[in-house]
Protein backbone atom coordinates (compact mmCIF):
# COMPACT_ATOMS: atom_id res chain seq x y z
CA UNK A 1 0.00 0.00 0.00
CA UNK A 2 1.45 3.44 -0.73
CA UNK A 3 0.61 6.89 0.35
CA UNK A 4 -1.61 7.49 -2.67
CA UNK A 5 -3.78 5.13 -1.99
CA UNK A 6 -6.67 7.39 -0.29
CA UNK A 7 -10.48 7.18 1.08
CA UNK A 8 -13.08 9.29 -1.08
CA UNK A 9 -14.84 10.75 1.82
CA UNK A 10 -18.39 12.41 1.43
CA UNK A 11 -18.83 16.11 0.77
CA UNK A 12 -20.18 18.00 4.06
CA UNK A 13 -23.99 19.26 3.00
CA UNK A 14 -25.87 19.22 5.94
CA UNK A 15 -26.61 18.81 9.76
CA UNK A 16 -28.64 15.73 9.23
CA UNK A 17 -26.38 14.20 6.62
CA UNK A 18 -23.62 14.23 9.14
CA UNK A 19 -25.01 13.59 12.16
CA UNK A 20 -27.60 11.15 11.35
CA UNK A 21 -26.69 9.44 8.25
CA UNK A 22 -24.08 6.62 6.58
CA UNK A 23 -21.70 9.16 4.71
CA UNK A 24 -17.96 9.64 6.25
CA UNK A 25 -17.86 12.95 5.85
CA UNK A 26 -15.35 14.14 8.75
CA UNK A 27 -14.36 17.82 9.08
CA UNK A 28 -10.48 18.17 9.64
CA UNK A 29 -9.55 21.41 11.64
CA UNK A 30 -8.22 24.36 10.31
CA UNK A 31 -4.30 22.39 10.37
CA UNK A 32 -6.12 19.68 8.29
CA UNK A 33 -6.49 17.81 11.43
CA UNK A 34 -8.59 15.52 13.30
CA UNK A 35 -7.71 14.38 17.29
CA UNK A 36 -7.87 10.92 18.24
CA UNK A 37 -8.11 9.18 21.43
CA UNK A 38 -6.56 5.85 21.29
CA UNK A 39 -7.56 3.09 23.79
CA UNK A 40 -6.72 -0.73 24.43
CA UNK A 41 -9.18 -2.94 22.91
CA UNK A 42 -9.30 -5.29 25.97
CA UNK A 43 -9.38 -3.12 28.85
CA UNK A 44 -10.72 0.30 27.45
CA UNK A 45 -7.68 2.10 28.77
CA UNK A 46 -6.84 5.07 27.08
CA UNK A 47 -3.13 4.80 25.55
CA UNK A 48 -2.75 8.19 23.58
CA UNK A 49 -4.01 11.05 21.72
CA UNK A 50 -2.89 11.77 18.59
CA UNK A 51 -3.90 13.40 15.38
CA UNK A 52 -4.74 12.41 11.98
CA UNK A 53 -4.87 14.24 8.57
CA UNK A 54 -7.01 12.84 4.79
CA UNK A 55 -4.02 11.00 4.61
CA UNK A 56 -3.29 8.84 8.02
CA UNK A 57 -6.82 8.60 8.14
CA UNK A 58 -7.10 6.62 4.61
CA UNK A 59 -4.32 5.00 5.36
CA UNK A 60 -5.39 3.42 8.67
CA UNK A 61 -8.49 2.33 7.12
CA UNK A 62 -6.58 0.40 4.48
CA UNK A 63 -4.05 -1.25 5.74
CA UNK A 64 -5.95 -1.78 9.59
CA UNK A 65 -2.68 -0.49 11.28
CA UNK A 66 -3.09 3.34 13.25
CA UNK A 67 -1.00 6.08 11.03
CA UNK A 68 -1.39 9.51 12.88
CA UNK A 69 0.21 12.95 11.40
CA UNK A 70 3.11 13.92 13.36
CA UNK A 71 2.97 17.43 14.21
CA UNK A 72 6.59 17.43 15.41
CA UNK A 73 7.97 16.05 12.65
CA UNK A 74 4.96 16.97 9.94
CA UNK A 75 5.19 13.54 8.30
CA UNK A 76 2.73 10.46 8.37
CA UNK A 77 3.92 8.36 11.28
CA UNK A 78 2.60 4.64 11.41
CA UNK A 79 2.71 3.95 14.84
CA UNK A 80 5.32 1.23 15.47
CA UNK A 81 6.79 0.83 12.37
CA UNK A 82 10.41 0.85 13.65
CA UNK A 83 9.62 -0.48 17.23
CA UNK A 84 7.38 -3.13 16.14
CA UNK A 85 4.65 -1.87 18.49
CA UNK A 86 1.99 -1.27 15.25
CA UNK A 87 -1.64 -0.84 16.72
CA UNK A 88 -3.62 -3.03 15.06
CA UNK A 89 -7.16 -1.28 14.80
CA UNK A 90 -10.16 -3.48 16.20
CA UNK A 91 -12.59 -0.58 16.09
CA UNK A 92 -12.75 2.71 14.47
CA UNK A 93 -15.61 5.44 15.83
CA UNK A 94 -16.51 8.83 14.55
CA UNK A 95 -17.90 11.40 16.81
CA UNK A 96 -21.58 13.10 16.06
CA UNK A 97 -20.33 15.59 13.76
CA UNK A 98 -16.85 13.90 12.98
CA UNK A 99 -14.64 16.07 13.68
CA UNK A 100 -13.04 13.70 16.37
CA UNK A 101 -11.88 9.89 16.47
CA UNK A 102 -11.71 6.88 18.77
CA UNK A 103 -9.45 4.26 17.96
CA UNK A 104 -9.62 0.98 19.34
CA UNK A 105 -6.62 -0.94 19.23
CA UNK A 106 -4.18 -4.30 20.48
CA UNK A 107 -0.96 -3.03 20.51
CA UNK A 108 1.39 -5.87 19.22
CA UNK A 109 5.17 -6.40 20.69
CA UNK A 110 5.91 -5.93 24.89
CA UNK A 111 2.33 -3.46 24.52
CA UNK A 112 4.09 -0.25 24.95
CA UNK A 113 1.95 2.97 23.42
CA UNK A 114 4.33 5.55 24.70
CA UNK A 115 7.78 6.24 23.10
CA UNK A 116 8.70 6.67 26.92
CA UNK A 117 8.24 3.05 27.21
CA UNK A 118 4.96 2.92 29.31
CA UNK A 119 2.15 1.45 27.99
CA UNK A 120 -0.07 4.18 28.31
CA UNK A 121 0.94 7.98 27.39
CA UNK A 122 -1.10 8.83 30.46
CA UNK A 123 1.49 6.83 33.19
CA UNK A 124 1.34 9.90 35.53
CA UNK A 125 -1.57 11.75 37.60
CA UNK A 126 -1.59 14.82 39.10
CA UNK A 127 -2.24 14.46 42.77
CA UNK A 128 -3.66 17.07 44.67
CA UNK A 129 -3.04 17.42 48.43
CA UNK A 130 -3.14 20.03 50.68
CA UNK A 131 -3.44 22.56 47.94
CA UNK A 132 0.29 21.10 46.50
CA UNK A 133 0.35 19.64 43.04
CA UNK A 134 2.51 17.39 41.71
CA UNK A 135 2.91 14.76 39.32
CA UNK A 136 2.17 10.41 40.50
CA UNK A 137 3.25 7.63 38.62
CA UNK A 138 0.70 5.47 37.89
CA UNK A 139 2.37 2.93 35.76
CA UNK A 140 5.53 1.72 38.25
CA UNK A 141 7.49 0.10 35.38
CA UNK A 142 8.16 0.50 31.45
CA UNK A 143 7.11 -2.60 28.76
Known sequence: MSS???IKYAERKSIFQVEEQL???PKFNEDGLLPVVTTCSKTSEVLMVGYMNEEALS???LSGEAHYWSRSRRSIWH???TSGLTQRIIQIRIDDDQDSLWLSVDVQGSGASCHVGYRSCFYRSIDLKNGEVSL???EKEKV
Do not use: C, N, V, Y
Open 59 to 61: LSI
Open 4 to 6: KDT
Open 136 to 138: KFE
Open 79 to 81: KGA
Open 23 to 25: ELA
